[in-house]
T-cell receptor, first 111, second 114 residues
Framework: KNEVEQSPQNLTAQEGEFITINCSYS?????LHWLQQHPGGGIVSLFM???GKKKHGRLIATINIQEKHSSLHITASHPRDSAVYIC?????????????FGQGTRLTINP | KAGVTQTPRYLIKTRGQQVTLSCSPI?????VSWYQQTPGQGLQFLFE???????NKGNFPGRFSGRQFSNSRSEMNVSTLELGDSALYLC?????????????FGPGTRLTVL
């Protein structure tokens, strides 16, 4: 079983819909990252969370440390939001500065 | 402030050869991490360097190595290339490694092994 599981793996929606991508992890963590990867490979860091909720524009990320679960929400989705969204955690092991990644969620927003 | 740069962007090699990839972090950043991305395995951590020292290593064979220079620029080397080494290699920089910090990713080097 992977340490980080994302769902769904693929998501297709119409422009304007509210989008939710989920991430569950099985290890203790010091932080969780949400990343966005567009075709061509470049990765952009969207959020880094250790508790609670963060909002940036139409993007909202939440984390529940007790339940080991995080969600990424996109409000008023737009075709330019089409990308792969990746959840990554930083394990709470002394000296562990590495990221462990989920398999990604491929989001397609149709106009 | 310039972002993370990686060179070359694309590379084609044949089995058995070796390759060196370069990463220049954001100015002032001292931590550089390397990742491999393949369709089958997704993103996987290779290693992290801070102040010219390897601080963490992922589960990759010894053919994968790296180093960091005094100006924080980093190189990774893969010797005796195998077909399975074909991947997108990404580096990311952050300003430190002793507190959790945001990582900034470069555009990646796409390596194809024939």
């Amino acid at each position: 079983k992977n340490e980080v599981e994302q769902s769904p793996q693929n998501l297709t929606a119409q422009e304007g819909e509210f989008i939710t991508i989920n991430c569950s992890y099985s290890v203790g963590i010091s932080a969780l990252h949400w990343l966005q990867q567009h075709p061509g490979g470049g990765i952009v860091s969207l959020f880094m969370l250790s508790s609670g909720k963060k909002k940036h524009g139409r993007l909202i990320a939440t984390i529940n440390i007790q339940e080991k679960h995080s969600s990424l929400h996109i409000t008023a989705s737009h075709p330019r939001d089409s990308a792969v969204y990746i959840c990554a955690v930083r394990p709470l092991i002394q000296g562990a500065q590495k990221l462990v990644f989920g398999q990604g969620t491929r989001l397609t927003i149709n106009p | 402030k310039a972002g993370v740069t990686q060179t070359p962007r694309y590379l084609i090699k044949t089995r058995g050869q070796q390759v060196t990839l370069s990463c220049s972090p954001i100015s002032g950043h001292r931590s550089v991490s390397w990742y491999q991305q393949t369709p089958g395995q997704g993103l996987q951590f290779l290693f992290e360097y801070f102040s010219e020292t390897q601080r963490n290593k992922g589960n990759f064979p010894g053919r994968f190595s790296g180093r960091q220079f005094s100006n924080s620029r980093s190189e990774m080397n893969v010797s005796t290339l195998e077909l399975g080494d074909s991947a997108l290699y990404l580096c990311a920089s952050s300003w430190t490694n002793w507190v959790v910090g945001e990582q900034f990713f470069g555009p990646g080097t796409r390596l194809t092994v024939l």
